[in-house]
């Protein structure tokens, strides 16, 4: 299982672009995030080794930012994997352990898995919501994004879209439920006809 374009979009929306060059649309260079750490992009560090590595005032294209987001997904899809691959998840539920783990990476050391594994899907998500600190203080950013993921695991995508702005999701949302519901009402992919 991969990360779906909702969940990209959603740790896209709570990563954020930031620090885009003046005068240079379409391009960014590093910042220091809330706890001091060296970013670019949507959330790219050099804390898990996944390269490209990165140095102060490097610049990076909104390309260079897609590409180091595919990369860095690899690595929290993988813990999420590791974490619970002998339970079946929704797809929901995978995008948002996955954007839990790129944001903290700290699925493994929580008590998440193993609340999954038994059952109790209520303790594991009051135990997501819990990770809203940075720095020894909470920050109001990473409370509205557990809110979103906890919306997200629960299936909840309406809630998800909205805690995360993101405005186009509803109709998203009502296209996805139309084609899960009424697979017949979803119009056919028409490929033209090379010769002719």
Known sequence: MQTSELGRDI???FEGCMQAIPGRPGYYTTYRDEVGVLTIGF?????????????????WSAINCDEALSADLVASEQEVHSCLHDVSLTQNQFD???????NTGHLRKSSIPQKIHDGDIDRAVATLLLYDHAGGQILPGLTRRRECEAALFRGNLRTA???ADLHDMQDEFNRTQTSIAVPELVEPVTVPNPTG
């Open 96 to 102: 948002a352990l996955v954007s839990f783990e790129f």
């Open 43 to 59: 959330g790219h560090t050099n804390l898990g080794d996944i390269p490209p590595h990165i140095v102060p005032g490097v610049v």
């Open 161 to 163: 879209a909205s805690i």
């Open 11 to 13: 740790i896209k929306i």
